[in-house]
């Protein structure tokens, strides 16, 4: 078996990391790792002529010279050559986890401490087990600052993600109905959450907190902290100023228009101003980070369809941000109003009693649009709103294209697995 030390001075020839033969980067080691559908030994060989310097693999028989380092698990071989990796860095390392808006938040943190730092963030939404290991094992000496998403579906992996990652600084977005299903409710995902708290706190790290939100505020009780927030006695605090759509705030540098839609996106952005305060960058710098950053990859979006405002957010959904999101929108002063929304996947027991709370959240709103919704759950949900109902994108898009809207501001948001970005040209 081949040590990870030896691993590491190979990678250090050759710091660039492949999981996939289809897009083999030239010079580069390739992980064999295995999944319920493939096992990657199997294509060491191919890596190897498409260009790969190194394979690691963890089946004997495939080793075939000096180009191959045999190991017990790839897996765990990728993940101890990411954690070695990490201790040879001294650049700050912020992890950063949450229910909802994490992503959002990594991004804005990025441009914030790219305005004074080379910082490395993670790419995309490469935040699991595997996608933790490549973010770091793409730091370079070059780098000043790193910020590592951690995203988890079950207790103990936020811990693990932690171990390897090692962040001094940590913040948490929120804690909220999400995942439910591999939690096992909601005290598993505040059990799961909270691993990051307990790895700031045993490792004499600090935090950033949301002094608004009660629950994080006592979970980071005892822990150094710096607080953000717009209630009095933060230690760094913002003014919400509106959101129709994109969001304005002041954080004491005059007022910052943003790109960002939905209030509840308010304390992702002052988040981020916070770190970048903390972190000494200008507050000229951080407004000009905030104001330039542009969301993507169907987060928080706004797109003009015609004579139609779409606000796109179907890259995830939980009963949190579903709420958060219809709250926003009734809010909204357009007239005209249209909701799209798609089922809220992996709540377990918990499913059916979601989806219908969000129908009666709408009710209770009164909210006078059409509303559509997708998905096999809610079209099993009690329609009590008189939505129209659809079990999939497909029927809902030749529905929104027979029933052609105009001068109509419509939210759509859903989790990914309904694919609502979708229904998109239909407008």
């Given at each position: 078996m081949d040590s990870i030390e030896t691993i590491y001075k190979a990678y250090l020839q050759h710091p660039l990391v492949s999981t996939d033969t289809r897009n083999i980067i030239p010079g580069s080691i390739f992980f064999a790792l295995k999944g319920d559908s493939f096992n990657g030994n199997r294509f060491a060989a191919e890596a190897l002529e498409r260009g790969a310097a190194f394979a690691v693999v963890d089946e004997a028989e495939v080793k075939k010279d000096n180009r191959y380092f045999l190991v017990k698990d790839v897996l765990g071989a990728?993940?101890?050559?990411?954690?070695?990796?990490?201790?040879?860095?001294?650049?700050?390392?912020?992890?950063?986890?949450?229910?909802?808006?994490?992503?959002?938040?990594?991004?804005?943190?990025h441009a914030v401490l790219s305005r004074k730092y080379k910082t490395c963030a993670t790419k995309g939404n490469l935040n699991n087990h595997i996608g933790v290991p490549l973010t770091l094992l793409s730091i370079t000496k070059e780098h000043e600052a790193a910020v590592i998403e951690m995203g988890a579906n079950h207790v103990g992996e936020?811990?693990?993600?932690?171990?390897?990652?090692?962040?001094?600084?940590?913040?948490?977005?929120?804690?909220?109905?999400?995942?439910?299903?591999?939690?096992?409710?909601?005290?598993?995902?505040?059990?799961?959450?909270?691993?990051?708290?307990?790895?700031?706190?045993?490792?004499?790290?600090?935090?950033?907190?949301?002094?608004?939100?009660?629950?994080?505020?006592?979970?980071?009780?005892?822990?150094?902290?710096?607080?953000?927030?717009?209630?009095?006695?933060?230690?760094?605090?913002?003014?919400?100023?509106?959101?129709?759509?994109?969001?304005?705030?002041?954080?004491?540098?005059?007022?910052?228009?943003?790109?960002l839609v939905g209030k509840y996106n308010f304390e992702n952005i002052l988040a981020a101003a916070c770190i970048g305060h903390h972190f000494g960058v200008s507050d000229q710098d951080i407004k000009a980070a905030l104001e330039g950053y542009e969301p993507s990859n169907n987060r928080s979006q706004v797109m003009k369809k015609g004579s139609n405002t779409l606000l796109l957010d179907a890259y995830n959904a939980n009963p949190t941000s579903m709420t958060a999101a219809i709250e926003n929108f009734v809010a909204m002063g357009s007239a005209n109003k249209v909701m799209?929304?798609?089922?809220?996947?992996?709540?377990?027991?918990?499913?059916?009693?979601?989806?219908?709370?969000?129908?009666?959240?709408?009710?209770?709103?009164?909210?006078?649009?059409?509303?559509?919704?997708?998905?096999?759950?809610?079209?099993?949900?009690?329609?009590?709103?008189?939505?129209?109902?659809?079990e999939d994108a497909s029927q809902a898009f030749a529905w929104l294209k027979g029933n052609a809207l105009s001068n109509s501001t419509v939210l759509v948001k859903g989790s990914r697995g309904i694919?609502?970005?979708?229904?998109?040209?239909?407008?």
């Open positions: 990728l993940q101890d050559l990411a954690s070695y990796h990490r201790s040879q860095l001294k650049i700050p390392f912020i992890g950063i986890t949450g229910s909802n808006g994490k992503t959002t938040s990594k991004e804005l943190i936020i811990a693990m993600l932690c171990g390897i990652a090692k962040p001094e600084y940590g913040i948490i977005t929120n804690i909220g109905k999400a995942h439910l299903e591999g939690f096992g409710g909601f005290e598993g995902v505040k059990k799961a959450k909270s691993e990051l708290y307990k790895h700031i706190k045993a490792h004499g790290g600090q935090l950033f907190v949301n002094a608004d939100n009660p629950l994080l505020e006592e979970l980071s009780g005892g822990i150094k902290r710096t607080t953000y927030g717009a209630g009095a006695g933060c230690d760094y605090k913002g003014k919400f100023m509106g959101s129709e759509p994109f969001v304005k705030m002041d954080f004491g540098a005059g007022e910052v228009q943003t790109r799209v929304l798609g089922d809220m996947l992996e709540l377990g027991k918990e499913s059916a009693a979601e989806h219908n709370n969000i129908i009666n959240l709408i009710k209770s709103k009164g909210f006078k649009g059409t509303v559509v919704l997708v998905g096999k759950l809610f079209s099993a949900a009690e329609n009590t709103i008189g939505a129209k109902t659809f694919k609502l970005e979708t229904v998109v040209e239909a407008f």
